[in-house]
Structure formats: structure tokens, C-alpha cells
């Protein structure tokens, strides 16, 4: 049984006065000294928050320490949140390193993402001193082809943008409606975000492991795939892709063979979640034991075809 402590934390940003980005400490051994310790580092989506999908799941079974927290504009971190502002996205995710490693002598071992939280992710690793020495990255449904976006959210969007000017995207975030405003210029902002530096200055010695579901809208499968291209020619560092059956963008879905719709509907929040969970679990221990190679993930499928 999980006998982990967590600590809600506020950290004070460095770039924003008055904003405290409000996170999730996960200690295994809260009474060890945390200097020198290895944490993973648990990042939303767009409109997401630090405990939705499989994140606390992860935190709670991962066997080292961990922080997910809110990026700005996010659920419990104040700020405003503009769907083009990846640059926000990354300034966060540095002031939360600076603060871990100057407070608690933490070294940052892992990094798991969640499509927005993947792609500020990827940028931060390529350019960033901390980001070098991440043993591991943990891609879920994150984009590589930004102009796509154009493509499935333009015909949502344009007839607002031509009436008033914006579009309001009114979502759920932790049980509370959320609205989030969204100007012709974030989509453009959006589509200009640079993912190409992951071919030249992704760090070598870095394990990847890309999740992408097949039945995924948001993001075509396809990103993926330009992933494991551009980083599985590195050395020593590894590329593992795993794409997964009936699953979408957010990791819900399930093999529907034997169930009823009753227990697909339960299913599909749970299963999927759990799935992950387990995939990433499985992947670190090869990842902590250096037994990695780039290629194919199969895990769980060797006799259940």
C-alpha cells in the first residue's frame, strides 16, 4: 500500500507579481533529506489541472518524488491563460525547477507531459541547463504539426471570430465551468511555436517514450510518429513509441470486446488511466536499469491479440 505524503505548495513566480503556482509535493520518504533526490515533474493540458486524468494516479505509484502542479491561468494558479502563450507555459515550468532544486536540492530524473504540457515540455528540455541531465520524458498526445490545429478547431472557431471578434471555449475544469477566450491571434501565435528544435537539440542522453491513443481528434496519431523519427536515431538516449488501440486524446476508451455499454461507460474513465499508469511504470524501471532500446512499445500485448 502507498504510504506517500502529499504537500501543497505555492511558489512564488519570479516573472509575475502575485502569482503563486500552486502544486502538489508526492514524497515516498518525506522524512529523508530531499537534497540530491530525484523528482518527476507532472505536467497538464490545455484547460487541464494538476490532478485530472492519470496525473495524481502516477504520482501516487511512481517510486520517487514527484510535483505536478497548475501552469497560469490554470485551475489554482491565478494569471491569464491565452491559448497561444506556450512561452508562458515554459517561463512556469522554469520558475517551478529553479524552485525545486534551490529549496529542496532536488535533480530533476523525469518528466511526464500531457499534450500542451508535453509540447512547453520538449521545449524546455531542448533548451534549458536543468533539462540535460532528465533521464527520462514521458510524451502523451503531444503535437508536432502546430498548423494542424487550423485544421480541426478553424471551422469552430471562424464563425465566432467573424461575429465578435473571439470565441469563448466553455469547459469543465475540476467540477467548475471554465471559459476560456480565444482571439484570432492565439491560433496564429500557436501554429508559429517552433517543435523542430527536437530534431537537432533534444538532449542525447534522454529516454523518450511517446504515448499517442489512434482514436485521438485533438492530435493526429501521426505527430507521434514524427517523434520517434526525430529521436530515435540518437545515442545513448532511446525512443520507445507505444500507440494505443481505441484510446483518444485524453486516454479514454476501451477494448470493447465483453463488456457491456454500462461498464464501458466506468471503463473508459478508469481502465485507460490505469493503462497508462502502468506503461509508464514499466517503462521507467527499464529506463532506471538502462535496458532501453528505440523501437515499438508492446507491453500487455504478447498473447492478447
Not at 31 to 41: M, N, Q, Y
Not at 145 to 171: A, C, N, T
Not at 221 to 233: F, K, Q, V
Request: charged share 25%; proline share 4%; glycine share 8%.
Amino acid at each position: 500500500m502507498d504510504q506517500s505524503v502529499s504537500k501543497t505548495i505555492r511558489i512564488p513566480h519570479t516573472e509575475v507579481d502575485g502569482c503563486l503556482i500552486a502544486g502538489v509535493l508526492q514524497q515516498s520518504l518525506p522524512e529523508e533529506s530531499t537534497d540530491g533526490k530525484s523528482i518527476a515533474l507532472i505536467l497538464h493540458g490545455t484547460m487541464g489541472h494538476k490532478d485530472y486524468l492519470y496525473q495524481k494516479r502516477l504520482a501516487l505509484r511512481l517510486p520517487i518524488d514527484s510535483f505536478r502542479f497548475d501552469f497560469r491561468g490554470n485551475h489554482e494558479t491565478p494569471g491569464e491563460w491565452r491559448h497561444g502563450a506556450l512561452a508562458d507555459d515554459v517561463a512556469d515550468l522554469q520558475v517551478v525547477v529553479k524552485y525545486l532544486i534551490s529549496n529542496f536540492g532536488y535533480k530533476i530524473k523525469l518528466v511526464v507531459g500531457h499534450s500542451r504540457g508535453s509540447i512547453a515540455a520538449f521545449h524546455w528540455l531542448c533548451t534549458s541547463e536543468e533539462g540535460k541531465t532528465v533521464a527520462g520524458f514521458v510524451n502523451c498526445s503531444g503535437r508536432y504539426r502546430m498548423h494542424k490545429i487550423y485544421e480541426s478547431l478553424l471551422p469552430i472557431y471562424k464563425p465566432h471570430f467573424d461575429v465578435q471578434g473571439f470565441y469563448d471555449w466553455k469547459v469543465t475544469v475540476a467540477r467548475k465551468e471554465v471559459v476560456g477566450r480565444i482571439f484570432p491571434s492565439d491560433l496564429e501565435e500557436f501554429t508559429k511555436w517552433d517543435t523542430s528544435i527536437v530534431w537537432d537539440r533534444f538532449p542525447l542522453n534522454t529516454h523518450v517514450l511517446s504515448l499517442h491513443g489512434l482514436n485521438d481528434t485533438t492530435v493526429p496519431p501521426y505527430d507521434a510518429i514524427i517523434y520517434a523519427r526525430a529521436l530515435g536515431s540518437r545515442a545513448p538516449g532511446s525512443h520507445n513509441l507505444h500507440l494505443i488501440e481505441d484510446a483518444d486524446h485524453n486516454f479514454t476508451g476501451v477494448r470493447r470486446h465483453g463488456f457491456s455499454a454500462l461498464h464501458l461507460q466506468f471503463l473508459s474513465r478508469v481502465q485507460r488511466q490505469d493503462e497508462i499508469v502502468d506503461t509508464i511504470l514499466e517503462w521507467w524501471q527499464l529506463c532506471e536499469r538502462g535496458d532501453l532500446k528505440t523501437g515499438v512499445w508492446s507491453t500487455g500485448v504478447r498473447g492478447k491479440l
